[in-house]
C-alpha cells in the first residue's frame, strides 16, 4: 500500500502535535526525594538493602530528561560509584537533538551532562533491591543498552527507554509524551499509591 501525500503530511502533522505536546506544561519545583522496596512500601534508606535503583528526571535547557541509577548504596544512604542509564541523542551538538524530533539519530544510553548533580534533579523514585533483583535488573539495563541506538522524541525517547527498565521490573509506565518530571512522578504514583 502506498502512501499518498495526503496521508503521507497528516501523519507528520500527528508525530509533530505529539512530539509538541510533550512540551507544553511547566516543571514544578523539584520533587520531594520517595524511597521504597521493590514492592512499592515506603521506606527509610537505612532500613532496607544496600543495592538500589533510582528513576529520575533532571532539569534541562529544554524540556528535560528522563534516565535511571543504580548501585550500591553506603550505610547513610549514599550512593557508592552509581552508574546511569538513560537515552538520548549521542552528540551534545544541538542539531541532532531537534532533527530527532522527526527522524530517529543515533542515541547513548550512559550518563549525560548533570545527571549526578543534586541541583538539577526535578523528580526522583528510589526502588531499594535485593541482590537478586538487582542483578536481575541490571542484566536488563545492559541488554536495553546493547539494543537501543536510536533516539526520536515521539516514538523511543528517554522516558521510553526507562519505561522499559520499569516494566521489566514488574511496574506500571504512564506515557512517555509525558514531560520528564511529570514521567517519573507518575511512575512512582503508579506504583507506590
Given at each position: 500500500?502506498?502512501?499518498?501525500?495526503?496521508k503521507?503530511?497528516?501523519?507528520?502533522?500527528?508525530?509533530?502535535?505529539?512530539?509538541?505536546?510533550?512540551?507544553?506544561?511547566?516543571?514544578?519545583p523539584?520533587?520531594?526525594?520517595?524511597?521504597?522496596?521493590a514492592?512499592?512500601?515506603?521506606?527509610?534508606?537505612s532500613e532496607?538493602?544496600?543495592?538500589?535503583?533510582?528513576?529520575?528526571?533532571?532539569?534541562?535547557?529544554?524540556?528535560?530528561?528522563?534516565?535511571?541509577v543504580?548501585?550500591?548504596?553506603?550505610?547513610?544512604?549514599?550512593?557508592?560509584?552509581?552508574?546511569?542509564?538513560?537515552l538520548?541523542p549521542?552528540?551534545?551538538?544541538?542539531?541532532?537533538?531537534?532533527?530527532?524530533?522527526?527522524?530517529?539519530?543515533?542515541?547513548?544510553?550512559?550518563?549525560?551532562?548533570?545527571?549526578?548533580?543534586?541541583?538539577?534533579?526535578?523528580?526522583?523514585?528510589?526502588?531499594?533491591?535485593?541482590?537478586?533483583?538487582?542483578?536481575?535488573?541490571v542484566?536488563?539495563?545492559?541488554?536495553?543498552?546493547?539494543?537501543?541506538?536510536?533516539?526520536?522524541?515521539?516514538?523511543?525517547?528517554?522516558?521510553?527507554?526507562?519505561?522499559?527498565?520499569?516494566?521489566?521490573?514488574?511496574y506500571?509506565?504512564?506515557?512517555?509524551?509525558?514531560?520528564?518530571?511529570?514521567?517519573?512522578?507518575?511512575?512512582?504514583?503508579?506504583?507506590?499509591?
Amino acid at each position: 500500500m502506498r502512501m499518498t501525500p495526503t496521508k503521507s503530511r497528516l501523519s507528520l502533522f500527528v508525530l509533530f502535535t505529539l512530539a509538541l505536546t510533550s512540551c507544553q506544561t511547566d516543571d514544578k519545583p523539584p520533587q520531594p526525594r520517595f524511597v521504597s522496596d521493590a514492592s512499592g512500601a515506603q521506606l527509610k534508606t537505612s532500613e532496607a538493602n544496600r543495592y538500589f535503583i533510582e528513576f529520575r528526571s533532571r532539569y534541562a535547557l529544554t524540556y528535560g530528561h528522563t534516565y535511571a541509577v543504580f548501585g550500591r548504596l553506603d550505610k547513610g544512604g549514599g550512593m557508592i560509584n552509581p552508574e546511569v542509564a538513560g537515552l538520548a541523542p549521542a552528540s551534545a551538538d544541538p542539531g541532532p537533538y531537534v532533527i530527532g524530533h522527526f527522524v530517529p539519530v543515533p542515541a547513548s544510553t550512559g550518563a549525560t551532562d548533570g545527571d549526578l548533580e543534586e541541583a538539577y534533579r526535578s523528580a526522583s523514585w528510589r526502588v531499594l533491591l535485593t541482590e537478586a533483583e538487582y542483578r536481575e535488573t541490571v542484566a536488563y539495563i545492559r541488554k536495553l543498552q546493547a539494543k537501543s541506538k536510536f533516539w526520536e522524541a515521539s516514538i523511543y525517547n528517554c522516558n521510553a527507554f526507562v519505561a522499559d527498565i520499569a516494566r521489566s521490573m514488574g511496574y506500571k509506565t504512564p506515557s512517555i509524551w509525558l514531560r520528564p518530571q511529570q514521567f517519573i512522578t507518575k511512575l512512582r504514583e503508579m506504583n507506590t499509591g
